[in-house]
Antibody
């Protein structure tokens, strides 16, 4: 059974950074990508970026250029996402999801399954 | 950038068929995926590549995609189908995925 389990909820101050982990199991980690997505309260889904399972390639959404870092630890089959310079409007639930990607592209990819989500609250 | 348009809400009586649309320019040329999200839960893939169902998804869920409109149909709707539904494609021009705004399905 494929599972993605994320780290716990976080509360951060504006300007700080947050790092979320996504531990996977049930499949060969290096054969798939991991995407990070988020959902602001009461809003829809927004894709942030993706990383290949072998940690060799990343794609970052334009809105997150310069603020988003992603890593993939193949020894523990765990992906990490760090978002820097947090703002109030970064508050929301952050998800990881397995993507059906080649080593350099996720074109056409679906996301399945998803992690349970991590609530990040940015508050002063 | 590529835009997907969904109706904000759809209502249907139990036992009837719900149809949720997703519009986009020549969307029929793209692989389209549908997700179901219940309150407080992560999204779940219910249809992929226009019309295929992942294992464990009931046959009541079906998809189609042609021209400028894709449709998710849920037959014999049950109360447990109440959720937000999102469509998604990959925009090759920007090389990132695009989601529709979501449709809230209400079972009357």
């Amino acid at each position: 059974q494929v599972k993605l389990v994320q780290s716990g909820d976080e509360v951060k101050k504006p300007g700080a950074s947050v790092k979320v982990s996504c531990k996977t199991s049930g499949y060969t980690f290096t054969r798939f990508g991991i995407s990070w997505l988020r959902q602001a309260p009461g809003q829809g889904l927004e894709w942030m970026g993706w990383i290949s399972g072998d940690d060799s390639y990343r794609g970052v959404g334009q809105r997150f250029q310069g603020r988003l870092s992603m890593t993939a630890d193949t020894s523990t089959s765990t992906a990490y996402m760090e978002l820097r310079s947090l703002r109030f409007d970064d508050t929301g639930v952050y998800f990881c999801a397995r993507g059906y990607c080649s080593s350099t592209s996720c074109s056409g990819s679906k996301f399945d399954p998803w992690g349970q989500g991590t609530l990040v609250t940015v508050s002063s | 950038s590529y835009v997907l348009t969904q109706p904000p809400s759809v209502s249907v009586a139990p036992g009837q068929t719900a149809r949720i649309t997703c519009g986009g320019d020549s969307i029929g040329r793209k692989s389209l995926h549908w997700y179901q999200q219940k309150p407080g839960q992560a999204p779940v893939l219910v249809v992929y590549d226009d019309k295929d169902r992942p294992s464990g998804i009931p046959e009541r869920f079906s998809g189609s995609n042609s021209g400028n409109t894709a449709t998710l149909a849920i037959s014999r709707v049950e109360g447990g189908d109440e959720a937000d539904y999102y469509c998604q494609v990959w925009d090759t021009s920007s090389d990132h995925p695009v989601f529709g705004g979501g449709t809230k399905l209400t079972v009357l």
